[in-house]
């Protein structure tokens, strides 16, 4: 099993997600992995558990202290879904679970509607 295999099923994740790249700095024991959910996944609302529509997406910066003797930096695109019953809410991440010891540093706001990728003339404000 490679890294990326053993690191997904240490993290416990699902079909959903997918770890695209992993990083390693040995020298100061510093690890960062980039998570995204898959292309084409199904989501389910994290509130009453019914099919709900990939609305967003929100970056994540989540740090374990200690993940395979690695202080552990996980980068992750985490979708927000809209579900006609709860509103929009942020899809449960696998590694946030009862007993992890992954901590949430720092989130990002909602990217709005994909920027041009050629010619990007900002018009945000
Ligand atoms: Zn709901």
């Known amino acids: 099993m ?9 993290l416990g994740l699902s079909l959903l997600w997918k770890i695209d790249r992993i990083s390693f700095v040995d020298e100061i024991g510093r690890v960062d992995l980039f998570i995204t959910c898959s292309s084409g996944a199904r989501f389910s609302c994290p509130v009453c558990g019914q099919d709900a529509q990939l609305c967003d997406i929100r970056e994540e910066i989540w740090h374990h202290v200690d993940f395979f003797r690695y202080s552990a930096f996980l980068h992750a695109s985490v979708p927000l879904v809209d579900c006609p019953a709860c509103g929009i809410n942020t899809v449960s991440v696998p590694w946030s679970r009862s007993g992890s010891r992954f901590v949430l540093l720092g989130k990002r706001r909602p990217s709005r509607a994909p ?11």
């Open 2 to 10: 490679d890294h990326t295999g053993i690191f997904s099923a240490t």
């Open 115 to 125: 920027r041009p990728a050629a010619n990007d003339t900002d018009t945000d404000g």
